[in-house]
Each structure stands twice: as structure tokens, then as C-alpha cells.
């Protein structure tokens, strides 16, 4: 009753009311684990100690700690084994609920991964024709979470299909509520497209609904995205206000990490405003949010917005003898940011999706090109130009090499490599047969992907024989400690043509 009357407190935003039940809920089961009980007596124990932990674990992921939420959710995964759960309805909950924490750290291609392998599980026994299988309860909200990860990662049509099927999964279920939850994310779709005036609209719809309900948290998430809009709209006064409501809101519920996103958008609006250091107070202050969360993506993208307003301010006024000093700041954050960035595409496990998320990434590394050219450093562009090459075979020939016998002639002409082929790594061995090996990436990488391989991330480029520096040494090793993120594999290559 406690662990129920935890839940409902929850959603109705009170998460204090919400903590105190679960804690005399947890005290109470805990409190019998030794008492001598029959299989079905310990089976009813497991189920309540496993709906209790998910509860604080979904209380944690929205108020507190990320780190302590999942440390319920391995406690409750270990509590499995000896649960009976033939039709795997628990284990579902538990995996909903780490696909729901993958995303609040952005850890977008874990989560889609996690998703799309609890929608397919393995059949464990054969069908009945008399007893076809009932849909499980979590699927609609797994197709959600997929819906907003193909949003966030610039995939959008593959995001309407996830909310429709979710939808239907509502509805054949009854849950009505559920249903209009899925307002917010059809209008996240919608905004991320472009198209803000439909955008506007969802929102606000959204937004009237929660607030009768009483639904805080997600009535702020609405605030936020339509402050947002607003900036866009040029509606200064409209975006402010808002914003000031989601981040009022957010500080109530203790919702630490949504607080941190508003505080970002209120940095830019600090920016916009010409308050510089109200933008870095901001700034400064959700980065350690994030990084108190271990929320790497976020902190990079802090860093990447005061690297913008650093590169404004380089155009707006002039910085005289300060201005090498600005532009070595302004590649000091942003090189390492887009260098995490552009790594995340390594985390999916679909080219496809690879490639929609390099197009969000350019941005950034179009930032780090233009203050590299802005200082005039022909060497860090030449290491830009290197690292991003990285493992690609180009033969930049004005003809093409012998086609094998079985090939036929092509027309000579610039050429480049095959899509589906990038050379990496040497091979082992030695002799005639020893050379590069290919690794796969492109078309082939996608067929590649169903049968569980992985595209890594490029070798680092070994600059000089000597001196055993690699391209953008110092940047890729701040991105590394600044982000926990893998930039580069072990392997190497040289960037000097090969010689006999």
C-alpha cells in the first residue's frame, strides 16, 4: 500500500510525501528478508520489493541522483533471477526503467539498443494457438522512449511511426492518460522538424491539459519548450516569463537535472540580452549539474554555447591585443566538445543513425574549423583535416588502378573509395598478404550491424616517427577527461605516405 500510495504522490508532484512512503514501504519488506516464508510466501515478498525498488528508482531519476536510481534498478535486475516472471513482466519494468535513465544521461544508442531488444525478446516457449500471446504493457512506452530517441538524433519520420504505434498500444490498452502524455513528445517531433508554428500549437494544447491535471513536471517541460519557441518568435518578455515559470517549477519538484536545462536556455537568453555574465553564471551553474550527474553530452554542449557567445563576441567588438588570448579560449572548449560530440555516433548501432547524428555534430566541428582559421593556425587545421580523414583510404588519382579481370573498365576520373570500406588498422602479419585491414562502415556497416558489429572509432594519427604525437593530442586527450569519452581507438596510423 505504501509503495502504491508512493507512485501516486509522485505523479501528482510531490516528491517528498512520494520519498517518506517509499522508505517505510522498503523498511517494512527488507524487515522480514529473513523470515522463515513458503515459495509462494517468497514470491509475494520479491514482487513487492521489486515494484517498491523501481518506484525509488523512477523517484531518483526524476529528482535526485541518476547514480543512486540505478544502483535500485541492478539491485531489482539481481532480484530476477529468483522471481518467477514467465511472461516477463517485471523484467520488462526493469528495462524500461534503465532505458529511461540511458536517456537522461543522452546516452542515446545504449538506450536504443536496450529499447528495441525488449521489444523483440526471445520466445521462451512455443506458441498457443488457443492463447495468442498478450502485448506486453511496457511496449507503448518503450516505442515512446524510442520515439524521442529517433527525435533527439534527427531521425523524425522514424519518431512518428514510434508515437503512432504507441498510441495504438494506448489505446488498445484503455489508458487514455497515457495517450495524452504523448501530446508533449508528438510537439517535440514537430518542433525538431521546424515547424514551430505546429510546434506552438501542440504545446499549448499540452499544456492546458497537464495544468488541470495538475501534471507540474510535465507542464514545466512544456514551459520550457515553449519559451523556447517564443525566443524563436522574438517574443523576449513571453520567453522570459516562461522560462522563469519551468525553472520555479522544476525547483519545487527537486527535478535537478530539468532545472539544469532551463538554466541553459535562460544562458542564452542572458546572452541575447547583452548580460554576459548573468549568460556565465548560468552556464556555469547547470554544467555542474550535469557533470554532478555525469550527464557528459550536456556538459559538452554548455561548453560548446559559451564557445558561440565567445566566437560573437570575437565579431562584435574588437578584442586588440586580447584577441589570440579569446580565440585560444573560445577552441579550448569548443574543439574537445565537438570532438565528444562526433564520437556519440559511435555509440548506435544503425549507420543510419550514425549519419543522422554526424549531421547534428557538424555543427560544432564547423565551429572548431572557424576559429582554427580564424587564428590562422595552418597546423591544428591540417591535424583538423587529418583526424577527421582518419582511416579513409582516398586515392585522389586522376585514373583509376586495373580493375580485376572479372571487373568491368570504368571511366577514368577522380577516385574515392568504395562507400562501404575504410581502411583502419594494419594487419596482422607479414608478406605479400600483409596490409591494411577494412574495416566496415557505410551500406556495408549497416548489414554488418545485424549480425552484432560494432563501427569503432577512427585510430589516432601519429603525426611525426620521432616525437610520437598525434593529431590534436591535447584536444583529444581534454575531450577524454572532460567527457568519459572514448575520441580515439589504441590503434595507430601514420599520416606520411608509405614508403619502400
Not at 518467477?84 to 524500461?96: F, I, M, Q, S, W
Not at 506458441?127 to 533527439?152: E, G, Y
Not at 578584442?319 to 572548449?333: D, K
Request: with cysteine; glycine share 6%.
Amino acid at each position: 500500500m505504501l509503495s502504491n500510495i508512493a507512485s501516486v504522490q509522485l505523479k501528482a508532484a510531490d516528491p517528498a510525501a512520494a520519498a517518506r512512503a517509499l522508505e517505510r514501504s522498503l523498511a517494512l519488506v527488507r524487515g522480514v528478508a529473513d523470515v522463515p516464508m513458503g515459495p509462494r510466501g517468497r514470491q509475494v515478498w520479491l514482487e513487492v520489493l521489486l515494484k517498491t525498488l523501481l518506484a525509488k528508482a523512477e523517484l531518483l531519476r526524476r529528482t535526485r541522483s541518476l547514480d543512486e536510481a540505478s544502483n535500485c534498478v541492478d539491485e531489482a535486475t539481481a532480484l530476477l533471477a529468483e522471481f518467477h516472471d514467465p511472461e516477463g513482466l517485471r523484467a520488462a519494468e526493469v528495462g524500461l526503467t534503465r532505458v529511461l535513465l540511458l536517456i537522461d544521461r543522452s546516452e542515446w544508442g545504449a538506450a536504443e539498443e536496450l529499447a528495441s531488444a525488449l521489444l523483440s525478446p526471445a520466445p521462451t516457449a512455443a506458441p498457443r494457438p488457443d492463447r495468442p500471446p498478450a502485448p506486453s504493457p511496457t511496449a507503448p512506452r518503450l516505442l515512446d522512449c524510442l520515439a524521442v530517441i529517433c527525435a533527439s538524433t534527427g531521425r523524425f519520420d522514424l519518431a512518428d511511426d514510434h508515437l503512432a504505434r504507441a498510441d495504438d498500444g494506448f489505446r488498445a490498452a484503455g489508458d487514455n492518460g497515457a495517450r495524452q502524455g504523448l501530446l508533449a513528445h508528438r510537439a517535440y517531433v514537430v518542433m525538431l522538424r521546424g515547424d514551430l508554428d505546429h510546434a506552438e500549437r501542440l504545446y499549448a494544447e499540452a499544456s492546458a491539459l497537464y495544468e488541470e491535471q495538475g501534471l507540474a513536471a510535465d507542464l514545466a517541460v512544456c514551459e520550457q519548450a515553449r519559451a523556447f519557441l517564443a525566443e524563436q518568435r522574438g517574443e523576449t518578455a513571453v520567453a522570459q516569463d516562461l522560462t522563469a515559470s519551468s525553472l520555479a517549477r522544476f525547483e519545487r519538484l527537486g527535478a535537478a537535472l530539468a532545472a539544469a536545462d532551463t538554466m541553459l536556455l535562460s544562458a542564452q537568453q542572458a546572452y541575447d540580452r547583452g548580460d554576459i555574465v548573468e549568460m556565465q553564471r548560468l552556464a556555469q551553474t547547470a554544467r555542474e549539474v550535469f557533470e554532478e550527474q555525469r550527464v557528459y553530452e550536456r556538459c559538452a554542449q554548455v561548453d560548446l554555447l559559451l564557445a558561440m557567445a565567445l566566437e560573437d563576441n570575437l565579431n562584435r567588438t574588437d578584442h586588440g591585443a586580447l584577441e589570440a588570448q579569446s580565440v585560444a579560449m573560445a577552441l579550448g572548449l569548443a574543439l574537445p566538445a565537438a570532438l565528444a560530440l562526433e564520437a556519440a555516433r559511435y555509440d548506435f548501432v544503425t549507420a543510419h543513425a550514425r549519419s543522422q547524428w554526424l549531421q547534428l555534430a557538424d555543427a560544432a566541428m564547423r565551429l572548431a574549423f572557424r576559429l582554427a582559421l580564424r587564428r590562422g593556425d595552418q597546423g591544428l587545421l591540417f591535424e583538423l583535416v587529418e583526424h577527421r580523414c582518419a582511416g579513409a583510404s582516398l586515392a585522389l588519382t586522376r585514373t583509376d588502378p586495373p580493375p580485376p579481370p572479372s571487373t568491368p573498365a570504368r571511366r577514368p576520373g577522380l577516385v574515392f573509395p568504395a562507400p562501404a570500406m575504410k581502411t583502419h588498422t594494419p594487419a596482422e602479419g607479414t608478406g605479400s598478404g600483409a596490409g591494411p585491414s577494412s574495416l566496415l562502415g557505410g551500406a556495408a556497416a549497416e548489414a554488418a550491424a545485424t549480425a552484432g558489429l560494432r563501427v569503432a572509432p577512427p585510430p589516432r594519427v601519429r603525426m611525426s616517427a620521432e616525437s610520437g604525437r598525434f593529431a590534436l593530442q591535447e584536444y583529444v586527450q581534454a575531450a577524454e577527461f572532460r567527457y568519459h569519452r572514448r575520441i580515439v581507438s589504441e590503434e595507430e596510423v601514420p599520416f606520411w605516405p608509405p614508403t619502400t
